[in-house]
């Protein structure tokens, strides 16, 4: 099973965001014994540093549990996100090949 945090990295609808509010509810995964867990960029808002410093923290800090990434980004700037996640420990990545599914949510 496989668990992912919508909008990991931020929340353009004004609802409260912050990345202590991503870990909360991360750490209440892991009292369910949820093994894997991902970070989503529903919407493309996030940055590459953003992605690095988010997965990277998780990496570290959770040996045991397997941490993805879910991202969404416009042609000019996918490579440094996924380029982020992977210095950042990552091995789990989701991706639409050729831009082929998209999401609803991105507005694009």
Not at 57 to 85: D, Q, T
Request: with cysteine; charged share 20%; aromatic share 10%.
């Amino acid at each position: 099973m496989v668990i992912y945090i919508s909008m990991g990295f931020g929340n353009p609808y004004g609802d409260p965001y912050s990345e202590e509010i991503v870990f909360e509810w991360i750490n209440k995964l892991l009292e369910l014994d949820i093994q894997t867990i991902s970070l989503a960029d529903t919407v493309g808002i996030a940055s590459a540093e953003q992605v690095y410093d988010m997965t990277a923290y998780l990496v570290e800090s959770l040996p045991g549990i397997e941490i993805g990434v879910h991202l969404h980004a416009a042609p000019g700037n996918w490579e440094n996100k996924l380029e982020a996640a992977i210095n950042a420990g990552c091995h789990r990545f989701d991706g639409a090949l050729k831009g082929i599914g998209g999401c609803p949510m991105a507005n694009d």
